[in-house]
């Protein structure tokens, strides 16, 4: 089974704190996702990684940075966090395949900002 | 632009009523689309993937369908731990691995 895990499932921080968060899938994956999840909006992706160093941007990167420096790791930095970056962080993984590349989740983030 | 549109926004059901989920979408080329539940504070659960129109998948009581404009997620006697929201999704040839997300169905089943 893909196993897709995030390094917290809750987290509190105040407004202009540097926030790190990460991801590790256990399954080979080429491809790495950050979701942010919000009531009415949806899941909006914020960035993916297609390899390892190789970034590109979602829907919404403003506010957020990635690194990748292995392939089974893909972190989500907020450089100084604000209030409206309160959410529910998703990451997800696939295998980048030709034919198939349905995405797995991990078990998100619940960020608060204060 | 790739839109998904998921009806109705909430469903209630009774223990053993079937019904039936919507999903709308418009793709320059689909790729496939793709269902996922998830549970309150929790991440979306893959379900299915579909991929050209006539497809159907099933998995105990959900039957995944696929037309060229829309998805059904069919339930047939559903059970209170079928509750859920249900995620439909879609990924164009051209997007580079990006799904786009529809706002989901609320599912809740009643005993």
């Known amino acids: 089974d893909v196993k897709v895990t995030q390094s917290s499932r809750y987290l509190v921080k105040r407004t202009g704190e540097k926030v790190f968060l990460e991801c590790v899938q256990d399954m080979d994956h080429e491809n790495m996702f950050w979701y942010r999840q919000d009531p009415g909006l949806g899941l909006r992706l914020i960035y993916f990684?297609?390899?390892?160093?190789?970034?590109e941007k979602g829907d919404i990167p403003e506010g957020y940075s990635v690194s990748r420096e292995k392939k089974e790791r893909f972190s989500l930095i907020l450089e100084s966090a604000s209030t409206n970056q309160t959410s529910m962080y998703l990451c997800?993984?696939?295998?980048?395949?030709?034919?198939?590349?349905?995405?797995?989740f991990g078990p998100g983030t619940r960020l608060t900002v204060l | 632009e790739d839109q998904v549109t998921q009806s109705p926004e909430a469903l209630r059901l009774q223990e053993g009523e079937s019904s039936s989920l919507n999903c709308s979408y418009t793709v320059s080329g689909l790729r496939g689309l793709f269902w996922y539940r998830q549970d309150p504070g929790k991440g979306p659960e893959f379900l299915f993937t579909l991929y050209s129109a006539g497809e159907e998948k099933e998995k105990e009581r959900l039957k995944a369908t696929l037309t060229k404009k829309e998805s059904f997620l069919h339930i047939t006697a559903p059970k209170p731990e079928d509750s859920a929201t249900y995620l439909c999704?879609?990924?164009?040839?051209?997007?580079?691995?990006?799904?786009?997300f529809g706002k989901g169905t609320l599912l809740t089943v009643n005993p």
């Open positions: 999704a879609v990924q164009d040839w051209g997007s580079n691995y990006k799904l786009t």
């Open positions: 990684s297609y390899d390892v160093k190789m970034k």
């Open positions: 997800a993984s696939s295998l980048g395949t030709a034919i198939t590349d349905t995405q797995y």
